[in-house]
């Protein structure tokens, strides 16, 4: 199984734009841009079966973004799984319950690189590092569990913004 992170793009403060909880924190115009150019630039790489987001506003804008831009079938899910300060323990669980080859979780930090680094290294640190908008691939050969998935690549705005599309 390949597994993508994809951290949301950048929002607006709280108390910006009639956002009065994180929760409500919407994306920018900015954030909207940097996220629609890396999965443009990643569309050959980057094909999961399925994108589960966060319900938080800003990672669901970012999960549409994706499920645009990559040309999906299934809607975008929701996941409350994927909300900030969730125990990567319990997303490895559920991870460990799906049948699709590839798929996407949208998400916030630390939770997502915390996960990403579970998955890699079976570490609780937040060892990879994901900008905003960043993504990298997991892959699993088998067995879905701790320390048991490669990193196979790891990319940032900045980085896929000075190259070739892939």
């Known amino acids: ?6 951290r949301h793009g950048s929002a607006v403060d709280i108390g910006e734009r009639g ?7 919407m994306l920018t115009k900015e954030g909207r841009e940097s996220t629609a150019m ?6 050959k790489v980057c094909k999961p079966q399925q994108i589960w987001t966060s319900p938080l506003v800003r990672a669901r804008e970012t999960a549409e973004i994706a499920h645009e831009i990559l040309r ?10 994927l909300r900030p300060g969730t125990d990567p323990s319990i997303v490895l669980r ?11 979780l949208v998400g916030h930090l ?3 690189a915390i996960l990403g680094t579970t998955l890699v290294a079976q570490s609780r640190m937040e060892g990879i590092v994901l900008k905003k908008a960043g993504v990298c691939c997991i ?11 490669q990193l196979v690549w790891l ?12």
């Open 72 to 81: 999906l079938q299934p809607q975008v899910a929701m996941l409350d799984h």
């Open 139 to 149: 892959e699993f050969e088998g067995v879905i569990g701790e320390g048991l998935g």
């Open 110 to 112: 630390p939770d997502l």
């Open 38 to 43: 890396v999965l443009r630039r990643l569309r």
């Open 19 to 25: 956002a009065g909880t994180d929760e409500e924190r």
């Open 94 to 104: 559920w991870l460990k319950t799906r049948a699709e080859d590839s798929l996407m």
């Open 1 to 6: 199984m390949k597994i993508y992170l994809l």
């Open 155 to 166: 990319v940032s705005p900045s980085l896929l913004s000075r190259t070739e599309s892939y």
